[in-house]
């Protein structure tokens, strides 16, 4: 006598599907399942190792905070990080600061010859004003990376009322 039964007919067949909770899973169909998320895990790992480290980009990270006390002082704070992972040299910074009146405030000017990945420079800029009016940063980098040429030029205003203001910017360049 033949049994119609799937389930049944598996037992009599040595066990080839497993019974749980009332359903039936094929033993080779969990190991697919494993080894389909064992090689995405690995893609995916792989893909940010070549991300990081393989593929060629120039990346600075400006980021730029103003803050400014009820007393009159203020600060620019200016922090570059490399981090692509090609070398900045001659890291030219050029940053002014002045007031709506057209009062310079302020200005410094660095040159850093290298930068290795994953190192940050910082600049900073300390003057006193009135803090009742706007003020002014003017930003200019240029910089190398291989034999490419790079460079930005930002102008920030804080507006009356804001004390502490935070401008972040990324140069960036695939395969320079």
Same mark, same amino acid.
């Given at each position: 006598m033949k049994n119609r039964n799937p389930a049944d007919r598996a037992a009599q067949d040595g066990c080839e599907n497993m019974t749980h909770s009332g359903t039936s899973v094929p033993i080779q169909g969990r190991k697919a399942v494993w080894i389909f998320v064992i090689i995405t895990v690995l893609l995916i790992i792989n893909g940010l190792i070549g991300y990081h480290y393989v593929l060629p980009r120039v990346q600075l990270d400006?980021?730029?905070?103003?803050?400014?006390? /009820?007393?009159?002082? !203020?600060?620019? &704070?200016?922090? #570059?990080?490399?981090?692509? &992972?090609?070398? !900045?040299?001659?890291?030219? /910074?050029?940053?002014?600061? /002045?007031?709506?009146?057209?009062?310079? #405030?302020?200005?410094?000017?660095?040159?850093?010859?290298?930068?290795?990945?994953?190192?940050?420079?910082?600049?900073? #800029?300390?003057?006193?004003?009135?803090?009742?009016?706007?003020?002014? !940063?003017? #930003?200019?980098?240029?910089?190398?990376?291989?034999?490419?040429?790079?460079?930005?030029?930002?102008?920030l205003e804080d507006s009356k009322g804001y004390m502490n203001v935070a401008f972040e910017k990324t140069l960036k360049d695939w395969f320079p």
């Open positions: 400006v980021k730029v905070i103003y803050h400014e006390e /009820v007393a009159g002082n !203020i600060q620019v &704070n200016v922090r #570059l990080t490399n981090s692509g &992972n090609k070398i !900045i040299t001659n890291l030219e /910074v050029s940053l002014d600061f /002045v007031d709506e009146k057209g009062k310079d #405030l302020g200005n410094r000017h660095e040159l850093f010859q290298s930068i290795e990945s994953g190192i940050e420079k910082n600049i900073h #800029l300390n003057s006193s004003g009135d803090p009742n009016i706007d003020h002014t !940063i003017n #930003l200019v980098l240029t910089f190398s990376a291989g034999e490419n040429e790079y460079s930005g030029n930002w102008t």
